[in-house]
């Protein structure tokens, strides 16, 4: 007898169900954080009944929260393609431009969501927390667009110190998060005024590539001995975000 192993569609209720889940579950994480928010909260918060719903939807905690964290890495996925393919087509990249398209997709992202938002404190936490801290990083960095623009990289060479551009790529990493964090929680309570977030926002992303751009020449050109004005490239090598 043939076995059927074709997978069941899920119905739209269930996927109304998991979506309003994963929403309610990234509100209720971004608000109180990770220790102090339980499956049932997130549960009773999200209008579920049934006891089981979100283990049915999620078997564990950190599945859930992966899920909301690659949803949003395709949002941003998205929004970075054609900023890569311009670039591309442009025939040479400095290291704003490229820097620049590592930032802006992410503020594009919160601009979209509208205030309030919840995506920022939520993955402030995931990017320090240990069992989330590895998925966070590699589900920003896997994504298509992402290695698209690390081809327009150039080579590193060989640094004296091999730990700088790791130690580089974090603190950026850490710069980014958290500045968007602070900036989405300002204007959820009020302290920036909801009326300017999209200024407000851009304001933030175009001082975080100045930043950034500054830590890139502060620690990787004193490694390599490369000027900043120098560094404009059409091919490339691998590495982390934003050098």
Known sequence: MKVSTAVATPSPRSLRARD????????????????????????????QRNKSAVQYHFSTRDELIQAILARHAAEIDRLRAPM???????????????????????????????????????????????SLRDFTTEANVSTPSFQRLEQLRPPRGQERD??????????????????????????????????????SWRELGETLVTAVCGLSSALLDQETGVGAGREVVSGGGAGGPGG
């Not at 309610?24 to 339980?38: D, I, P, W």
Request: net charge negative.
């Open 84 to 130: 890569v393919a311009e670039l591309e087509s442009s025939g040479e990249v400095s290291r704003r431009d490229r820097i620049a398209c590592v930032i802006a997709p992410s503020i594009e992202h919160h601009i979209e969501l509208g205030t309030p938002s919840w995506y920022g404190r939520f993955l402030a936490q995931a990017v320090v927390e240990p």
């Open 20 to 47: 309003k889940l994963m929403h309610t579950a990234e509100r209720l994480y971004a608000e109180h954080g990770f220790a102090n928010v339980s499956i049932r909260m997130i549960r009773e918060a999200a209008g």
């Open 162 to 199: 091999p730990g700088l551009f790791e130690r580089y790529a974090s603190m950026t990493r850490v710069l980014i998060v958290h500045m968007c964090a602070e900036l989405e929680g300002d204007l959820a309570t009020g302290r920036v005024d909801p009326a300017t977030a999209e200024r």
